[in-house]
Nanobody
Framework: QVQLVETGGGLVQAGGSLTLSCAASGSTVRINIMGWYRQAPGKQRELVAVTNRGGSTTYADSLKGRFTISRDYAKNTVSLQMNSLKTEDTAVYYC???????????WGQGTQVTVSS
């Protein structure tokens, strides 16, 4: 099993930047894909960005250019650098991990990001 813990959320002003981090523990050698999702009030949880062990990355079209995902394999962490934040980015951000050869996803507890106008 894998445990995920997100940190770095908080309150920021529109136009500002924030970096989220996710630390994985447990069966980390089995992790293939790691990524970030978010859920705003009243909306479905949506993809923010994901990356696999081959280095491929996928971003939500609306976020490409503002958000950057990176992974540190030695530390078993994945980060999300968020720039030029907008009020629409306000959401709970969740870390996600998928294990090799499975359709099993693990989720962190989420971290709140609030962007003020």
């Amino acid at each position: 099993q894998v445990q995920l813990v997100e940190t770095g959320g908080g309150l920021v002003q529109a136009g500002g930047s924030l970096t989220l981090s996710c630390a994985a523990s447990g069966s980390t050698v089995r992790i293939n894909i790691m990524g970030w999702y978010r859920q705003a009030p009243g909306k479905q949880r949506e993809l923010v960005a994901v990356t696999n062990r081959g280095g491929s990355t996928t971003y939500a079209d609306s976020l490409k250019g503002r958000f950057t995902i990176s992974r540190d394999y030695a530390k078993n962490t994945v980060s999300l650098q968020m720039n030029s934040l907008k009020t629409e980015d306000t959401a709970v951000y969740y870390c996600n991990a998928e294990l090799y050869g499975t359709a099993s996803y693990y989720w962190g507890q989420g971290t709140q990001v609030t962007v003020s106008s």
